[in-house]
């Protein structure tokens, strides 16, 4: 009986492993020596350049090797085994929802111990039918946005029409809310409006919650995936977090959007009681830091951000006089009708005789 529980318990956690959808990256690939025979047992060690954190593996017997699910940035990848150099390939970059494939062919035995490769001309990602449109970190923070809206940002992936704003418009020729929004992957759906809950507009269109540009690593939006992604018809967008690193790093930033700066409604009149426009401001302003707690083992990043929104609204109208009113009233005296209330006569137009 234990044995058939421990039986179903390891089925479970397999399946879920194969079908968990992931929101980080991966690198995998093959080590063969220099006659194309595939090298089993080879140590290969991936690491982060940013944290120093390393991954370690060894090649299956057909010299296969894979880094499942590890954090986003750049890694330097390194392959020793018995008989031949270390090969160094360095810059290897994981996106979110990508696989970076990743083929060693190992050197024979010279003075040069170790061979570095650019990883700029390798492939990527040939092995899953993934199609995914990744916003690095540089990008997202120097797109402009109005307001700051990250979901403003889908508008440049391919397959997208309509408006962006507030997470609605069409991916992949679908409707304007089938999208499966999500942070970090977790749910990050409205369940009524099923558009991001994250950044809705509330009052005035100002958000409940904000989530800094600041603290976005990457905007990723797959629009082809594997059952796994599920959910929404027209693709799964998500949003990376930023992690703090060996070194101190952060932001500090203040934007105003100003009635002074803006153009004159041709709605608005200057009078002695309005004597200028009305204000119309959103005011973001934050931080964002990140470092080292532990060197190479812990680390902090904390990012925050407020929104001021006002609007002032005016307009001219005019109401009736009682003059007018009295007037009115006798008009429909004369016209015998009798039972009317003073706010129905101020519904109507001018009376004449």
Known sequence: MKRLVFAILVVLSLAVAANAQTFRGAINGTVTDPSGAVVPNAAVKATE??????????????????????????????????????????KVQVVAGSIYTLTVRLALQQQSTTVEVSAAALTLDTTTQTQTMTISSDLVQNMPLNGRDFTQLISVSPGFG???????????????????????????????HNIPAVNQGGVSGIAGTVMPIDSI????????????????????????????????????YYYNRNEFYAAKSPFFIRSTTVPKAPRLRNENYGFSVGGPIIKNKTFYFASYEKQQYIIGLSGLATEPSEAWVAKAGTLLTNAGITQISLASCNMLGPLTK
Do not use: C, M
């Open 49 to 90: 350049s940013t944290t120093g954190i390393d991954h370690n593996t060894v090649t299956t017997s057909e010299g296969a090797f894979a880094f499942q699910d590890i954090p986003l940035g750049f890694y330097k990848v390194t392959v020793t085994a018995t008989g031949f150099p270390a090969y160094t390939v360095d």
């Open 162 to 192: 309509g408006y962006n704003v507030g997470g609605f418009g069409s991916l992949n020729g679908t409707r304007p809310n089938q999208i499966n929004w999500q942070i970090d992957g977790v749910d990050n759906n409205d369940f009524w």
């Open 217 to 252: 690593e990457e905007f990723s939006a797959q629009t082809q995936a594997g059952s796994e992604a599920g959910r929404n018809a027209g693709g799964t967008v998500n949003l990376v977090t930023k992690s703090g690193g060996n070194q101190i790093h952060g932001s500090v």
